[in-house]
């Protein structure tokens, strides 16, 4: 069978013809319908994970597909699967069958594509655990969501809406006003991230960008309201006035999915049903199997727009 395989960090992954998995114990066998191609998989790629499975291995965290083999699970089953070590202890998903742990699987609706069923699962959860769990929304709250043009910051807008909460949307230029859905008010980034968001007072910040663009709308949120911290891609680092701080009140609350992915598990079926009846959209772009590197590649670009994901193209 065809797997992407991936000899050394930051190499470029190649596709090569290995031999296909038999069936263990505790394992089940997936064809692979769709893999998602995301952050966590280029982290592992570039060695800077906690952990990562021995050369030469098949990178991927994420896939939908349909069981082929298992001990529990039954045969022709639209699945989607994730975690439990793919692609971060051992082989994971972008190869034609996925040998996964048989507790990685979740049933897949027949509403929902292949495409979606792969990469649903961390935006989706991760926007809702952080507007539900984390941040505890409450209708008629003023949210501001950065990054709202991002897997998770576009599902964190619509999930904030449906929860009735007053959304304001940022986006990094203006070309982009139009992928916001029209119940959210939006904001340009532009140039100076502290002026373009100083006309704003919120009760809850999501932010999914960190560095700069956290710095500028951390002021923007009312005493002794909450922001949840997601992301990182604008930097790492934020400074904080303490004494300024402190008498602002404000919790910073991180979001942990790793630590929350049974929230993230229980929230799933809602999160699907959502997206088989048109209430939630996200965006996939497939790339093929041997497309992996180009895949890689069109996640690290700005401007990019929803999840890449590999097909098979049978
Ligand atoms: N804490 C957790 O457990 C957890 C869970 C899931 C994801 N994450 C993290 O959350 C972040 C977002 O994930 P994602 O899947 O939504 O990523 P994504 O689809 O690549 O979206 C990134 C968003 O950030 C914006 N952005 C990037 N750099 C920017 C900058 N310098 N200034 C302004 N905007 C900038 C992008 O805007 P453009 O379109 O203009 O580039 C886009 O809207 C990632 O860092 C991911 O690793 C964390």
Redesign the pocket.
């Known amino acids: 069978m065809k797997a992407v395989r991936v000899h050394a960090f930051d190499a470029l992954p190649v596709i090569e013809d290995v031999p296909a998995p038999t069936l263990r114990p505790g394992r089940t066998l997936v064809r692979m319908e769709a893999a998602t191609v995301?952050?966590?998989d280029r982290?592992v790629w570039r060695g800077s994970f906690l952990k990562h499975p021995p050369f030469p291995y098949t990178p991927g965290v994420e896939a939908a597909g349909v069981v082929v083999a298992s001990h529990v699970h039954p045969e022709g089953q639209r699945v989607w699967l994730r975690g439990s070590g793919l692609g971060t202890l051992f082989d994971g998903t972008w190869c034609e069958v996925i040998d996964a742990p048989d507790e990685a699987l979740g049933l897949l609706p027949d509403g929902v594509p292949f495409t979606i069923g792969s990469a649903f699962f961390?935006?989706s959860t991760?926007a809702w655990?952080?507007l539900h769990d984390v941040a505890r929304l409450a209708a008629g709250e003023s949210v501001l969501i950065?990054?709202?043009?991002?897997?998770?910051?576009?599902?964190a807008v619509q999930l904030a809406l449906d929860a009735r909460a007053e959304v304001t949307a940022?986006?990094?230029?203006a070309s982009?006003v139009a992928w916001i859905p029209s119940g959210a008010k939006v904001l340009v980034?532009g140039d100076d991230?502290a002026s373009s968001l100083d006309s704003v007072l919120v009760d809850l910040l999501v932010d999914?960008?960190?560095?700069?663009?956290l710095a500028a709308a951390l002021p923007q949120v009312r005493a002794d309201g909450r922001a949840v911290?997601?992301?990182?891609?604008?930097?790492n680092t934020l400074a904080l006035d303490i004494a300024h701080f402190l008498q602002r009140d404000v919790s910073l609350l991180?979001?942990?999915?790793?630590r929350?992915e049974p929230a993230g598990r229980a929230a799933a079926p809602e999160l699907l049903a959502r997206l088989a009846d048109g209430r939630l959209k996200l965006d996939v772009q497939p790339f093929a199997l041997e497309d992996a590197a180009k895949a890689m590649d069109w996640?690290s670009?700005?401007?990019?727009?929803?999840?890449a994901v590999l097909v098979t193209g049978r």
């Not at 950065?146 to 576009?154: H, R």
């Not at 999914?208 to 663009?213: F, I, Q």
């Open positions: 995301g952050h966590i982290t961390s935006p991760s655990v952080a950065t990054g709202a043009t991002g897997a998770v910051g576009s599902l940022v986006v990094a230029d982009q980034l991230p999914t960008v960190g560095g700069p663009v911290l997601v992301g990182y891609t604008a930097g991180p979001l942990n999915m790793f929350r996640i670009q700005r401007g990019h727009r929803g999840r």
